[in-house]
């Protein structure tokens, strides 16, 4: 996305994520790209960086864990904004749930 005003806190983007794991057969690194949902917590002044906390996937719904997952994100990482969720609801468990109207499955 990369461009001024396109984000707000409470926000939910598809970040792209540079991951860098050891492997420890080869005694080297495995490098990819991955896509999570996360939620902006802040918005940088310059504006070309976020605070998000990365939400954690339960197949087609999503979750805010207990222990937070945060991190930068500049805003070229920055795959899409999706459109606003809604709570699964149900149980006292699936109460905190959310369902995104978009289909992931191509991102995850």
């Known amino acids: 996305m ?8 409470g ?8 991951i860098i794991a050891p492997i ?17 917590t802040a918005v940088m002044k310059t504006n ?13 719904q999503f979750i ?7 991190a930068t994100v500049h805003s070229n ?4 904004l999706l459109p606003s969720p809604s709570l699964c609801g149900g149980t006292k468990r699936t109460s905190e749930h959310l369902s995104f109207p978009i289909d992931l499955a191509s991102y995850l």
């Open 77 to 80: 990482d920055v795959l899409m």
């Open 2 to 9: 990369g461009h001024k005003g396109w984000s707000t806190v």
């Open 11 to 18: 926000h939910f983007p598809l970040c792209r994520v540079h």
């Open 24 to 40: 420890k057969q080869l005694h080297g690194f495995f490098e990819s790209l991955k896509s999570f949902v996360a939620v902006i």
């Open 64 to 70: 805010l864990p207990e222990e937070k997952d945060r």
């Open 48 to 60: 070309d960086e976020i605070c998000v906390d990365f939400l954690k996937s339960n197949g087609s």
